[in-house]
Every structure is written in structure tokens, then in C-alpha cells.
Nanobody, 115 residues
Framework: QLQLVESGGGLVQPGGSLRLSCAAS????????IGWFRQAPGTEREGISC????????MYADSVKGRFTISRDNAKNMVYLQMNSLKPEDTAVYYC????????WGQGTQVTVSS
């Protein structure tokens, strides 16, 4: 079974940057659609970005478009989310996600944007 482990979260000031990483094990990511979700306290989980397995096509939620960049390295079985120009409203637990015929989730990593 595919396992996903996020890392790279932490505390950052508004306007700062973080790069989240998601390490996959148990299977290769080559044929998985992958992405990132986030959930702030008291809110529903929000899909913010995804990248396809076929041609690497990407999409972004309007809330992060132009600031976040998703990428994948199938050779390293890694997924990344580069987050720039961070805002306090980006504060959330960020989850790595992968999909083929079923869904797989990481445990989440906390991102806090505060001065």
C-alpha cells in the first residue's frame, strides 16, 4: 500500500516561503495523480493543488494561484509544494494526497503563518 509522509511545515512570517515535501513509499508514484489539501481549524478540507500522472498538468485553487507551485519527481518518489508570499490565512494542516482507483493521504504537516 502506498504511504505518504509530509515534511517541511513550520512557522513562517507573512510574505515568507516554505517548501513542503511528501515522500512516498510502498509503491511508485508514476501512475498516481497527486496533490495537496489543507484544513484550518473549524473548516472543511480544501483542495489547493494537483498534478496529473500523465502529462504533469497542474491546477491550483484560486486562493493559492500565482503563489504556490506543485511539482513531482517520480524518480525520487517525491511531491513538493513550493509556497511563496504566504498569508496568515494559509495557516492550516497541509496534507499530501494521491489517487489511482482509491485515495491515499499523508498524516499532515502544520503550516503557521504569523508575525
Amino acid at each position: 500500500q502506498l504511504q505518504l509522509v509530509e515534511s517541511g511545515g513550520g512557522l513562517v512570517q507573512p510574505g515568507g516561503s516554505l517548501r513542503l515535501s511528501c515522500a512516498a513509499s510502498g509503491s511508485r508514484l508514476d501512475f498516481y495523480d497527486i496533490g495537496w489539501f489543507r484544513q484550518a481549524p473549524g473548516t472543511e478540507r480544501e483542495g489547493i493543488s494537483c498534478i496529473g500522472s500523465k502529462r504533469g498538468r497542474t491546477m491550483y485553487a484560486d486562493s493559492v494561484k500565482g503563489r504556490f507551485t506543485i511539482s513531482r519527481d517520480n524518480a525520487k518518489n517525491m511531491v513538493y509544494l513550493q509556497m511563496n508570499s504566504l498569508k496568515p490565512e494559509d495557516t492550516a494542516v497541509y496534507y499530501c494526497y494521491a489517487h489511482t482507483y482509491k485515495d491515499y493521504w499523508g498524516q499532515g504537516t502544520q503550516v503557521t503563518v504569523s508575525s
